[in-house]
Structures are given as C-alpha cells and as structure tokens.
C-alpha cells in the first residue's frame, strides 16, 4: 500500500507559537441548541465529551443524540466490574453478564475511548476478560483492535500492558475455535456476524444460520487484531511476540486477497468452507457454483470491510465504484447490506434479513473503510465528497418522529424503522457507531502511538466553519477548528489546531496538518471509586425497599445500574399513587458499608412524576435514623434529568435512606441511586439474614421451585433465581404456556418450616399467548393438605404482568407454599420472580 501523505503546511510552522487560552466552544451554549434531550446532564457532557459545531444541523443532532444513547447503554454491572455497555435496552437472552453482547463491541470501544474519563472505556476493555460470564466470542469483532485504538486516543501504556495478555487469549480462543489449518483463514457463518438471514445462508438448509466459510468480516477482524498485538508487543518491548503476529497478519491478509477477492466481480465475497445443498461446492465463493453459478451479482457490503483496518494493499479500489451506485448498494437512506439486482436481494418488513436493508452496524464499517480509503491510498474511485454523501444519508437515517432515533435495521428506501423497533428492546439500539465517525472523519483527527497531532478532514469544501474542541488525547485537551474567513471563532483564518488552549498549527485549506504535542505528560491515575447500591446478580443484597411502590415501577429499576429518563420504555421506581406527602426509598447494603457520596437520578416527566420540592439523606445508626453531617449537592436543588449528587465525609452504615417530599399533585421518581465510595476489593459479604426465603440462585436443593405445567420454553427454576427480567428477549421465567388446565400452580418447597408473611409476584406477560391470570389464590400446607391463607393486602387488587403483585398474609408456619393461577384463557399465566417473605420492610 502507497499512503497518500501531503507535506505540512508551511503555515503551521509559521503558527506554532501563537497561543489562545479561552475555550473554542462554550459547552451550555451548544448543547442548548438541542430541544430533545432526555439525559440532560450538562454537568457531565462538559466534563466528559468532545463539543463539536458545524454548519449542518442534521450533523450536529444526530452527534449529540449519539452521545446521549451512550449514557443510556453505559451499565454499571457490579463493584467488581465496573462499566460496561449494552446493545439493547434490555438483557437478552443471549447476552452475557451484564447484558452486554460482542457483535458490536468494537464499534462501542471506538466510540467511547473519546470520553474524558478514562475509566468508562478501560472497564468495558477489561470486562471482557475480567468478569465472570462475559462472551467475548459469541459473535466477531475486532477487540484487539479497538483494545489498540484506545490506547491511540488515551495514550495510557500501563492500562494497555494490562490488558496485552486479554488481547492473545482473544485470538488463541478464535484459533482454537474457527481457524482451518488446511485452508489456513478464519471460518464462521455470517449469523455470527450478526448477519441472520444474509444471501449466502439463505442458499443452504439453514436460512437462519447456515453458510460457515470464510469471510471477509472474521478474517480482516483477526488480521486487525494480531497488527494490534504486533504493535502493542513492540511498545511494550516484547520484539519476539512483535514479529510472530506481525507474520501471522501478514499471512492472513495474503490468504483474503488471494482466496476471497474476485477478479470478475472486482469485489471481496464470502467463500464457502463447505459443500451445500444444490451443488454448491467447499471453497467456492458467492455465486460462483450451485444454482446460481455464474451470477455476476453476490457482492455484500461485508466486501468493504478490509479497507476498514487497511488490509488491501493498493490495487482492489475497483470495489468502491460499486458503493455509490444506486443500482449496487446506494439509497435514498443508506447503503443496502446486499446490491440490488442480486437474485436474493430482499428489503424485509422486520427484523433481522441481512439481504438489503440499511444497516448502522455495517454502514459505520463502511464509512469507517472509506475515510481509510480516502486517507491512506493514492486513487481515484472514491472522493471526499463521496465521503459526505453517505455520511449525510446516514445521518438522516437516524430520524424517527422528528426527532434524532436509532433501531436494529431501516427500509433503505424510505427510512421506516418499522419492524425493526421492538419495544423495551431495540430502541435507541447501541450497535453503530457515529461521533466517531465525526472526530476521526469529518473532523479528521488520525489517532497515532507518538506525539505528534495529526488531522485530515473530511468535511465538506463548502462548510464556512466547523470546531471539535475540549478533546481528550493523549493526555492533553485538543481542539481543531476550521474557521474560512475568521469571523466565526475569531481565532485566525483556515484550519487551526489547539493543545492545551495553545494554537499550535493552522493552514488555510482543509487538508492534512500535523504539530507536536510537545513533551509527554504524565497521564493521572483513574479514580475508581465503587457503586455499593447496585444489583445486577439476583442476590438478596444490596436491596431496595420503599414506603411505596407503583406496582408497574417496583425499586428493583433503581439499581440496575442503567439510567435514563424517557416514561416508555420505563427504567424507574416511582411512589405514584402513595397519596402521601413524602416518601422514602431505602439501600440495604447487608453489612456495614463505607459510602462518601449518594447519587440520584429523578425522572421528571413535567406532570404526575416530579424531582421533589426536597430529599433528606440519612444513614442507619443501628438504633435510629441519623441525618448524614456535611453534605455537599450539585446542583443544590432537586433537578430531573440529571445526577444530584450528595457528597460527604466518609460513613460507615449498613443503610442508606433518601426522604423525598414530593411537589404537590406530583410524585417522586428515580431512575437511578448510586451510594459511592473508595474501597478494597473483593467487598466483604453481606451479613444480614436474607429474608426472600424463596430464593435459590442455583435451582439445586432446597428452597426447591415446581409447578403444575411449565412450558418447553421456560424454566420453573427461574422463578426464585433473584432475577426480574419482565421483557420478552430476557427470558428468565416460568410461563404455563400451552398448558391443558385452566388454573395451574407454582410451588416453593422450604425444606423446613418457615414463617410466611408475604408474597411478591413479578408477573410476566407478552400481551398475546402469556398475560396476567384472572385472579391467584396463596395457599400453605398444613400438615394434612394445602388450606387457602388469609390474605391482608394485595396491590394491585386485580393481577397486573410488567408489575410487582405484593401480597401480605397473616402469617403462616409452613414447610411449602403455592401460587395457585386461574389463566385468562386462551392465554396462559407467566411468573419471573416469586419471592416469599418471613419478614416485611
């Protein structure tokens, strides 16, 4: 490969001594410019993303909206683990610890190594390797690679040192599972690419899933990743383990030009490792035997991704001409995942058919690839104005009800995300990338290992102005700017670049301009500090409780350790309906915890649920409710949207109690509460008595969980696992589905005699074949056969699913229990969680 270089402008030279300490950006002034924010912490914004402006409005929505659907995915997961990211709002299924999922983990890692604060990229890095039941192989990806572009951003060589080790157990895994030896590349099918149904599968028995080969995706990602480890290794002085990756990718990258790029249809294709059904024969590629031999269609856009870690070397760019081509991949609304004109090309009305329609995922690889492209080889297919074409239908694609928006996958023809838009699922769906395709295209800021600042943006010729400014790189704070004529940042004329406030190089043209971000400096260590409220394990502790609950907004929302505002899909409790003046909402660590800052998150839905006229925090003395001394809020009022954080002297205290006096007509809602402190880890375990005398996180002995029915799809032993997963994907429940009974009944057997003086039911329901039962009935064995308990109090008196359905008993001594439900026929009853309880809050 021939890198396109131009020389630096003799202006920067010239410039380099010219110094300019005021902000370029002034953050609340930009971020005002937005009327739909739902997360509107400003506060943090400032402190951690880079602020950028520029002349188009689409632009500048869509790259702060990015920025909001990042805090809406970023997860706390446990004390241990720290942050990490989700894909959807919900858990899946097939999602690992903490809902996260690999497919898109190199887009989310690229994204979020631009935040200022170190730690939110370093432990999503980390979690892969570091937190029991993390898959980082349950799809491709690119995660030494990003592991790598981190480091280019955050330019921290101990943190990189650390995970080097992380980065070889990544490719020895994807050796020992997908490397044919024979064929020496990667084989996988392109379900595992995150691509269902894709024009290479559907040829075969197995539509969904079928095709294993090789494919341009897993093999550039793993030629990407050992160039990272060779890169890494030779930072950190490892020369040995430098030269073997740097030969293994080398090889690789000769086995993709040569087995997978196809001289007749100019383009990169999947090749299939094995025969299929109708004459399709081992080591053919698209079309090119079987029933459709000799098409000369078979190009997916998955073609463009070499160029997305520069693997070609010059003389493929032939490709590119079909990018644009609105009868190849080109649409009104982003490029389609397979070319029209492709016999099975297919634009499905839902989701997930990767035989046309718009994907985020694989249009984020495919800007990514261009700007490479662009950057890195002498040719003449593709030009900067190509670059923003697509980049711009991109952006609008990103629109739903007027307002900024992302789903799974889009109409390519229109923009619909209809089909592709589940609820409590797909919404603001974090598997794409995009501010940094601002910062690392348009803005054209090229992250490199050394010290020197280097920028070549993509940005329109006819854009007057753009800044990015307030960026966090290698230690420094970066700022470029393009300003034509000087009148819109009043700092000088052209294109300018600022480290530490300092202008340090400019030119009048966009273009290639690089400076030296003078000495190294020392990167300050990353504060850590541990959330002790959060519960994302299904164990007794940390738990929540309140003095009142919204059934269908129970306090286990509050510290799952995601936060966001919006009222659907709903993540909060809230006290609506109390009909009291004040409420309270209480974090039971236990066992004595230290805590030196309590964060709420209010929702605020401008009507019904409030931020409180005022909150009191206290701390459990033992005997008594004591208010905690000192106590520092930002912002000092109750304000929605937002972190109010409370800080103070370090405590030690088994509980926490916020007290919240609601605004009248209105109640209190939280989104999140976080408890804070600096501490050893592991925590030391919880010592207080459990008092869910149902729970069982293994399902092996007692208390032992069965039922009268349960579905071939669910599992009974789900129901007293701790975990409340009320959405359809999460699927962790009982359901009786298909069930010949007209009532059936869940049993928790005690194993002993215990006291019985509640039930908590979290009644699951999909709206169709599983919704809430007529009406239930508790009953309790007494020694000769089960006798109906007198029932105290039930809320809400008629069965509601999505909800809590507490039950208070006058209490019972029993060695087993039962649910006895009566279904809403034809549907059937479904349970999440049955937590029974000796002692009420």
């Known amino acids: 490969m021939s890198p396109a270089r131009t020389s630096v402008a003799v202006a920067a030279v010239l410039a380099a001594c010219t110094p300019s300490r005021r902000a370029i950006l002034d953050?609340?002034?930009?971020?005002?410019?937005?009327?739909?924010?739902?997360?509107?912490?400003?506060?943090?914004?400032?402190?951690?993303?880079?602020?950028?402006?520029?002349?188009?409005?689409?632009?500048?929505?869509?790259?702060?909206?990015?920025?909001?659907?990042?805090?809406?995915?970023?997860?706390?997961?446990?004390?241990?683990?720290?942050?990490?990211f989700t894909e959807f709002l919900d858990r899946p299924s097939w999602s690992g610890a903490y809902g996260s999922i690999s497919c898109p983990l190199g887009h989310q890692l690229y994204e979020a190594r631009w935040l200022t604060d170190r730690r939110y990229a370093q432990d999503f890095a980390r979690y892969w390797y570091e937190t029991p039941g993390a898959q980082p192989r349950s799809y491709s990806n690119w995660y030494g690679d990003a592991v790598w572009a981190l480091y280019l951003v955050q330019g921290d060589s101990a943190f990189l040192r650390r995970m080097l080790p992380?980065?070889?157990?990544?490719?020895?895994?994807?050796?020992?599972?997908?490397?044919?030896?024979?064929?020496?590349?990667?084989?996988?099918?392109?379900?595992?690419?995150?691509?269902?149904?894709?024009?290479?599968?559907?040829?075969?028995?197995?539509?969904?899933?079928?095709a294993d080969g090789y494919r341009p995706t897993l093999n550039s990602y793993l030629y990407a990743d050992e160039k990272a480890i060779a890169r890494a290794a030779a930072l950190l002085g490892d020369s040995g383990a430098a030269r073997d990756y740097a030969a293994r990718a080398a090889a690789l990258k000769r086995r993709v030009e040569d087995e997978l790029w196809d001289p007749s249809r100019t383009f990169f294709l999947h090749q299939f490792a094995r025969a299929e059904r109708g004459g399709i024969r081992a080591n053919t590629r698209t079309y090119q035997s079987g029933p459709r031999a000799g098409n000369p269609h078979g190009r997916e856009e998955i073609g463009f991704v070499p160029w997305q870690f520069d693997l070609p070397d010059s003389g493929y760019e032939a490709a590119w001409r079909f990018l644009l081509d609105t009868a190849s991949f080109f649409s009104p609304r982003g490029p389609t995942t397979a070319e029209r004109g492709d016999p099975l090309f297919y634009v499905s009305p839902q989701c997930c058919w990767w035989s046309g329609n718009e994907w985020p995922y694989a249009t984020t690889q495919t800007l990514v690839a261009l700007a490479n492209l662009l950057d890195d080889?002498?040719?003449?297919?593709?030009?900067?104005?190509?670059?923003?074409?697509?980049?711009?239908?991109?952006?609008?694609?990103?629109?739903?009800?007027?307002?900024?928006?992302?789903?799974?996958?889009?109409?390519?023809?229109?923009?619909?995300?209809?089909?592709?838009?589940?609820?409590?699922?797909s919404e603001h769906y974090f598997h794409s990338g995009y501010v940094d395709l601002v910062i690392t295209g348009l803005a054209g800021l090229r992250p490199r290992p050394d010290d020197t600042l280097e920028v070549r943006p993509l940005a329109p010729d006819a854009w007057a102005y753009f800044a990015l400014d307030r960026v966090a790189y290698h230690g420094h704070r970066i700022g470029i700017v393009w300003d034509r004529d000087g009148t819109r940042y009043h700092r000088g004329r052209g294109l300018m670049l600022f480290v530490d406030g300092r202008r340090v190089a400019a030119a009048p043209r966009l273009g290639r301009l690089a400076a030296s971000l003078g000495a190294p400096v020392s990167l300050p260590p990353v504060d850590r500090p541990v959330n002790l409220a959060v519960n994302n394990d299904g164990?007794?502790?940390?738990?929540?409780?309140?003095?009142?609950?919204?059934?269908?907004?129970?306090?286990?929302?509050?510290?799952?350790?995601?936060?966001?505002?919006?009222?659907?899909?709903?993540?909060?409790?809230?006290?609506?309906?109390?009909?009291?003046?004040?409420?309270?909402?209480?974090?039971?660590?236990?066992?004595?915890?230290?805590?030196?800052?309590?964060?709420?998150?209010?929702?605020?839905?401008?009507?019904?649920?409030?931020?409180?006229?005022?909150?009191?925090?206290?701390?459990?003395?033992?005997?008594?409710?004591?208010?905690?001394?000192?106590?520092?809020?930002?912002?000092?009022?109750?304000?929605?949207?937002?972190?109010?954080?409370?800080?103070?002297?370090?405590?030690?205290?088994?509980?926490?109690?916020?007290?919240?006096?609601?605004r009248?007509?209105?109640?209190?809602?939280?989104?999140?509460?976080?408890?804070?402190?600096?501490?050893?880890?592991?925590?030391?375990?919880?010592?207080?008595?459990?008092?869910?005398?149902?729970?069982?996180?293994?399902?092996?002995?007692?208390?032992?969980?069965?039922?009268?029915?349960?579905?071939?799809?669910?599992?009974?032993?789900?129901?007293?696992?701790?975990?409340?997963?009320?959405?359809?994907?999460?699927?962790?429940?009982?359901?009786?589905?298909?069930?010949?009974?007209?009532?059936?009944?869940?049993?928790?057997?005690?194993?002993?005699?215990?006291?019985?003086?509640?039930?908590?039911?979290?009644?699951?329901?999909?709206?169709?074949?599983?919704?809430?039962?007529?009406?239930?009935?508790?009953?309790?064995?007494?020694?000769?056969?089960?006798?109906?308990?007198?029932?105290?109090?039930?809320?809400?008196?008629?069965?509601?699913?999505?909800?809590?359905?507490?039950?208070?008993?006058?209490?019972?001594?029993?060695?087993?229990?039962?649910?006895?439900?009566?279904?809403?026929?034809?549907?059937?009853?479904?349970?999440?969680?049955?937590?029974?309880?000796?002692?009420?809050?």
Request: hydrophobic share 35%; glycine share 6%.
């Open 27 to 84: 953050p609340p002034t930009v971020l005002a410019r937005q009327s739909w924010w739902d997360n509107r912490d400003w506060d943090w914004y400032a402190a951690n993303i880079p602020i950028f402006e520029s002349p188009d409005s689409d632009v500048d929505a869509t790259y702060y909206y990015r920025w909001e659907l990042v805090t809406k995915h970023l997860t706390y997961g446990s004390a241990e683990t720290g942050y990490t």
């Open 166 to 210: 992380h980065l070889r157990a990544q490719v020895a895994g994807w050796d020992a599972e997908h490397w044919d030896p024979a064929h020496r590349m990667y084989h996988w099918a392109g379900m595992h690419d995150g691509m269902e149904f894709n024009i290479d599968s559907r040829q075969t028995g197995d539509l969904f899933s079928g």
């Open 377 to 425: 080889y002498h040719q003449s297919v593709a030009t900067k104005a190509d670059y923003f074409r697509l980049f711009k239908t991109y952006t609008l694609d990103q629109r739903w009800k007027g307002r900024p928006y992302i789903a799974e996958s889009a109409n390519p023809d229109n923009g619909s995300w209809e089909g592709a838009n589940s609820f409590y699922h």
């Open 539 to 662: 164990t007794p502790y940390p738990r929540l409780t309140a003095s009142f609950s919204a059934p269908t907004t129970p306090p286990f929302y509050a510290n799952d350790g995601n936060r966001w505002y919006h009222a659907s899909p709903a993540n909060r409790w809230t006290a609506a309906g109390s009909g009291h003046a004040a409420d309270w909402i209480v974090v039971d660590f236990g066992v004595a915890r230290p805590v030196e800052q309590v964060a709420l998150y209010f929702v605020d839905d401008g009507s019904g649920v409030r931020a409180p006229v005022r909150y009191e925090v206290e701390r459990w003395t033992g005997s008594a409710w004591a208010t905690i001394p000192r106590q520092r809020r930002t912002p000092p009022r109750p304000t929605g949207h937002r972190a109010n954080r409370v800080a103070f002297p370090r405590i030690e205290t088994p509980k926490i109690r916020v007290t919240f006096t609601h």
């Open 664 to 841: 009248p007509g209105a109640s209190t809602g939280l989104t999140e509460i976080e408890a804070w402190a600096h501490t050893p880890l592991p925590l030391l375990a919880p010592a207080a008595p459990n008092h869910d005398i149902a729970y069982n996180a293994t399902g092996v002995g007692y208390p032992e969980a069965s039922a009268s029915f349960t579905s071939r799809t669910d599992r009974i032993a789900d129901v007293n696992d701790g975990r409340i997963a009320f959405t359809r994907a999460s699927h962790n429940r009982w359901t009786a589905y298909g069930s010949r009974n007209r009532s059936d009944w869940v049993q928790i057997a005690f194993g002993a005699r215990r006291t019985v003086r509640g039930l908590d039911l979290y009644l699951w329901g999909d709206s169709a074949g599983v919704r809430a039962p007529k009406r239930y009935a508790i009953q309790y064995w007494d020694g000769r056969g089960w006798a109906d308990a007198r029932v105290v109090a039930q809320t809400p008196e008629r069965p509601a699913t999505w909800a809590l359905n507490a039950v208070r008993l006058e209490a019972v001594e029993t060695d087993r229990i039962r649910v006895v439900l009566e279904h809403d026929l034809p549907a059937f009853s479904g349970i999440t969680e049955l937590m029974v309880w000796d002692t009420l809050p």
